[in-house]
């Protein structure tokens, strides 16, 4: 197993990924980056309520997946959440959508060692978490005990409750090197 | 980042002169080591309030992590949507 995420004594983060690994960490990352872009809907009739971010008719989304990464910021009042939707998910959705095109984009960029200062590494930190939002959303995770299930259940290690898992792990090394930095 | 927050010692005290709390939900993706490190750098809490907090949300289902008006707890429940945590809005009781 690769050693993932260390910190060096300069301050960058380095990871040590092999080829396999790199690739499959890229392949999840363009699964996010297309879902976040598909559904990045540019057709807003107002220019002025684009430039600022609002969007005239913000659905809730339909995707379970989706759903998770704009959640209804207020349980019991439909009204108040569609609100705060039509006034912040548009810009959620391109922070979103551009922190995995910059992670994306560091993955092309690297060699066998990926070097990434503290503000990439957080880049790759966000966007690594929501595609594992996403992954649990489609395998069905909803309690922290179905996960070894859905594991047993898989007849080969290249399934997506392994990859799930291998991305957990790496999520992991990357957190703590970058908590290290900051203590 | 975000300006620290002046918050109760105890982070269970609620200060009942805050009418709005940003409320984080436990759920089984996000890293105990990840919401912790969401909650020393968004709020620029210590480390060991930050702890408290991720441990109250994994044991309790929830907690209380920022109190303010509507204004300041609707952006900081942004916030932790950008992250990937669960959180809502809630009147602080």
Not at chain 1, 77 to 98: C, H, I, M, P, V
Not at chain 1, 117 to 125: H, K, N, R
Not at chain 2, 26 to 53: C, Q
Request: hydrophobic share 40%; aromatic share 8%.
């Amino acid at each position: 197993m690769a050693h993932a995420f260390n910190r060096t004594i300069t301050g960058k983060i380095i990871g040590r990924l092999d080829p396999v690994e790199q690739a499959l960490l890229r392949s999840l990352l363009i699964q996010l980056a297309s879902l976040l872009h598909k559904t990045d809907e540019s057709e807003n009739a107002d220019p002025i309520a684009q430039l600022v971010g609002i969007q005239e008719l913000a659905e809730r989304p339909e995707d379970p997946a989706l759903l998770r990464l704009f959640p209804d910021a207020y349980r019991d009042d439909e009204s108040a959440a569609n609100d705060f939707r039509r006034y912040t998910e548009s810009g959620l959705r391109s922070q979103k959508t551009n922190r995995v095109d910059s992670a994306i984009a560091i993955l092309d960029r690297a060699d066998n060692k990926i070097e990434l200062t503290y503000e990439e590494a957080q880049l790759m930190l966000g966007a690594m978490n929501d595609t594992r939002l996403v992954l649990a959303s489609r395998l069905g995770l909803t309690n922290e005990l179905n996960l070894d299930g859905l594991l047993a259940k898989e007849s080969e290690s290249g399934g997506p409750a392994h990859m799930y898992e291998w991305l957990t792990w790496l999520q992991e090394t990357l957190v703590r090197a970058i908590a290290d930095e900051k203590n | 980042m975000s300006q620290a927050v002046v918050l109760p010692q105890v982070s269970d005290e609620v200060e009942t002169t805050q009418p709005f709390a940003c409320t984080v939900w436990n759920d089984p993706v996000n890293l105990m080591s990840y919401v912790t490190y969401v909650f020393m750098t968004y709020f620029n809490y210590a480390k060991l309030k930050a702890e408290e907090l991720m441990l109250q949300v994994h044991h309790n289902g929830k907690a209380y992590v920022s109190y303010g008006d509507k204004e300041k707890i609707e952006k900081d429940v942004a916030a932790m949507h950008s992250y990937g945590l669960w959180a809502t809005i809630e009147k602080a009781s």
